[in-house]
């Protein structure tokens, strides 16, 4: 008898509730196309169906909600020559991160412990989105020298400050209360309420609104680190280029601005060139599609262009080495309009087709 393997996304409906559970756990849940497919195909199901009027997103394992996408795979249709595969991807994780935004039946997603790069994607645009004294929170991009996307430059832009400077060129790591103050998260609830909160979303014995319901589980988390951490970050943060935020930076007493100098002067520069820019020309989009449009103009030409993006992958994700060799290898050799190059590729697909 051959067994049949588990899906990677477990779609279940009862109680009024609309359950979707990403079921990855050994990779920590990260996403691919089909895992996206099946996402998306339950979400199109239960759009118009009138017995399903919550639906819940979480993860299987204890470890997170979400890694991100598979950069692997991703690296491996770079390599290959198969800019197709990379389009069609990011077609349809774009498109479910919209979909998941206007969706009319309120979306409640949990983002228990890790939940980075595609996760953000997934329950950083839903209606409810919870976190947890466990949860990991970050836009990890430049570090594989690529920029942040899954609309994670809208949420970024609408950072406090120049906290969306910081956290899209560094990817600092958020913690739940980090993310309730950084606009990323709405609800802190203790992670040993969690089933506590499902059952209660499930049985509903009363008419209130999912809204009201969480907050019965809701705690005040502790004082976001992020928030005093401000008095040098939206300084050195709203520099005009990476050089100069990196000039601000050493020019700090505390010892947090000079490590961040440091941390910068390690990641891809071009990747930093054009995740600054990205961040600050989605403050002046109109909504989440324009910037998702953004994004999807910029990915396609990191994968096209771009050999930092294969390297980044390689040092930090085949290899493990941490040593990626970036082109150009430091800041100082950016050229002064190396982001423009990036905003006037267009992509041979569009996004919104």
């Known amino acids: 008898m051959t067994d049949v393997p588990e899906p990677r996304v477990l779609v279940r409906a009862y109680g009024g509730l609309g359950h979707l559970t990403l079921n990855r756990p050994r990779a920590i849940n990260a996403l691919d196309l089909g895992m996206i497919e099946d996402l998306s195909a339950a979400l199109d199901a239960w759009r118009d169906d009138t017995d399903v009027d919550i639906v819940l997103l979480d993860g299987a394992g204890e470890r997170g909600l979400c890694a991100g ?8 249709q770079i390599s290959g020559g198969r800019p197709e595969d990379t389009g069609i991807f990011f077609r349809a994780e774009y498109a479910l991160n919209a979909r998941i935004a206007e969706y009319p ?11 980075m790069g595609g996760g953000i994607g997934l329950a950083g645009h839903a ?7 466990r ?17 994670g430059t809208w949420l970024l832009a609408h950072a406090p400050g120049r906290l969306g400077e910081y956290l899209g060129l560094t990817g600092a ?13 709405d609800h802190y609830v203790p992670a040993d309420r969690l089933e506590a909160l499902r059952d209660a979303l499930e049985t509903r014995a009363d008419p209130s609104s999912p809204t009201e319901l969480v ?32 000039e601000r930076l050493r020019a700090r007493p505390e010892p947090e601005a000079s490590a961040t100098a440091e941390l910068l002067g390690e990641l891809a520069p071009t990747a930093l060139a054009v995740t600054l820019e990205a961040v600050r020309r989605a ?22 262009t771009q050999p930092d993006l294969v390297e980044g992958i390689r040092a930090q994700v085949i290899d493990k080495d941490r040593s990626p060799r970036w082109s150009p ?9 190396a982001a423009a190059s990036a905003f006037s590729y267009t992509p041979a697909t569009p996004l919104w087709g």
């Open 69 to 76: 996408g598979d950069v692997r795979g991703l690296a491996e």
């Open 135 to 151: 949860s990991e929170l970050a836009m990890p991009e430049t570090r594989i020298g690529f920029t942040p996307d899954v609309g």
């Open 283 to 304: 403050r002046e989009l109109p909504d989440l599609r324009a910037a998702l449009a953004q994004e999807y103009g910029l990915v396609l030409w990191f994968a096209a």
């Open 215 to 246: 907050l019965l589980f809701d705690e005040t988390p502790e004082p976001p680190r992020l928030r005093d951490a401000r008095s040098w970050i939206d300084g050195a943060f709203a520099a005009d280029t990476v050089a100069e935020i990196v």
């Open 173 to 185: 790591v958020m913690n739940g209360s980090d993310a309730v103050y950084a606009g990323f998260a």
């Open 127 to 133: 209606a409810i989105r919870i976190v947890t004294e």
């Open 329 to 337: 290898a430091t800041i100082a050799e950016l050229s002064p309009d």
């Open 105 to 115: 039946t309120p979306v409640v997603a949990i983002a228990d412990g890790i939940t």
